[in-house]
């Protein structure tokens, strides 16, 4: 498992590419519904973790010599998918379904969480349709509690021993180590890509921006850091000229993920300086201090050292605050506020975040999106006109 873990190339070509051709084909590698890059993992021997939105502790598995894989859908129709789930449902919990159903993407084991009710459900329906295991990983209902740590770092535990048994290889404090330091120099990394998009957004467009975010949940981070350590440079250096745009923040992309396209039209209008896209690879904030009890120092993490977002309940990051400090910190003029179809945290929160915009004086975009959708000719208009009024109003 080492050597697959290590020595692995799930992505080879992009080295010593031009920075248009490496975002090129990491956008095309990101709606490729052929997962080509867990396809090498796997005929190299290696196994795959499977999880769901919204966040994992991927330094586990990976600890363990297996590839994190982020299930997230994919551009696909679940024609087989559909006869499992009823037809109210969003479209993310179909499409990854599927995936897996059609082999797509093998995986020998699927984690998901109770962030609504389809994905809690998930794994009871995933289990009845696989023989690997499936399960729950139950993330604190009440972060404020003063057990909060102690009964998710157990919750961790579970999980690792879990893994043990797929991997076939422990999960020793001294590997956990070497893979939280691995994923802070990843988090590091797209910290800085982030700041690029707040303070030159013209450097990078959204949908390029979203696509080097959006590789590192197929392939290994070690890989990831080495296509970030080589991209960010490039684009530092790119001689793009700034243009006369609204700089927005796009919130609403949490779960299901809107289509790549829907992110280029975005981006033809407005600068996206910042988003809660993915916002599950990029939760922990800081580095995490795995000096002692590595399990620990990743449950303090997830509750200390987080984002925010509409799945997690904690009374310490009001979600409609955090939205004005993110749009204060990005300097930005206004907010795309959207929810995918049929999906009840994203849509309640909706409600929410456009009061406190009205309240705080701050334009907004309300939408909807679907991982599928296809067309966004009305949104591309709506969207110039809403920008319109407020570059001439």
Not at 12 to 26: M, N
Request: hydrophobic residues 40%; aromatic residues 8%; contains cysteine.
């Amino acid at each position: 498992m080492t050597a697959a873990r290590t020595e692995v190339r799930t992505f080879p070509g992009w080295e010593g590419k031009p920075i248009d051709e490496l975002l090129y084909q990491c956008r095309e590698l990101v709606e490729d519904p052929d997962f080509p890059t867990v396809r090498r993992w796997r005929e190299a021997g290696g196994k795959v973790a499977g999880h769901f939105q919204v966040y994992f502790p991927e330094e586990i598995a990976h600890a363990a010599g297996l590839l994190p894989l982020k299930l997230r859908g994919a551009p696909i129709e679940p024609t087989r998918a559909d006869s499992h789930f009823g037809s109210y449902l969003c479209s993310i919990v179909k499409t990854t379904f599927e995936v897996a159903l059609s082999n797509h993407a093998r995986v020998d084991l699927f984690v998901t969480h109770p962030i609504c009710d389809a994905a809690r459900n998930l794994a009871g329906v995933w289990g009845r349709n696989f023989e690997f295991p499936c399960q729950i990983l139950y993330l604190p209902q009440n972060p404020n509690s003063a057990h909060a740590a102690t009964y998710l770092r157990g919750e961790y535990r579970r999980l690792a021993d879990t893994i043990e048994t797929v991997a076939g290889r422990a999960v020793t404090d001294r590997a956990l180590r070497r893979s939280i330091g691995i994923y802070d120099e990843n988090r590091a990394l797209m910290r800085r890509l982030y700041d690029l998009k707040r303070e030159t957004p013209w450097q990078v467009s959204a949908e390029d921006a979203y696509a080097l975010v959006a590789i590192g949940g197929l392939m290994p981070r070690e890989e990831h850091n080495a296509i970030l350590a080589a991209a960010l440079p490039m684009l530092e250096a790119r001689p793009a000229r700034r243009q006369d745009r609204v700089r927005i923040v796009f919130e609403g992309g949490f779960c299901e993920q809107p289509p790549l396209d829907l992110i280029r039209t975005i981006g033809r209008s407005c600068y996206v300086v910042d988003d809660d896209l993915l916002i599950g690879l990029r939760w922990i904030v800081a580095d995490v201090d795995a000096g002692g009890d590595p399990l620990a120092a990743l449950a303090e993490a997830y509750l200390e050292r987080s984002s925010y977002s509409p799945v997690q309940h904690d009374l310490r990051k009001p979600k409609e605050r955090m939205l004005l400090e993110r749009i204060a910190r990005a300097r930005a003029q206004a907010a795309i506020v959207t929810a995918a179809k049929m999906c009840e945290p994203g849509l309640e929160e909706q409600v929410a975040y456009t009061h406190a915009l009205d309240h705080a004086g701050i334009p907004y975009f309300v939408s909807e999106f679907e991982e599928n959708m296809s067309s966004f000719e009305t949104l591309a208009v709506q969207l110039e006109t809403f920008v319109e009024n407020l570059m001439f109003d």
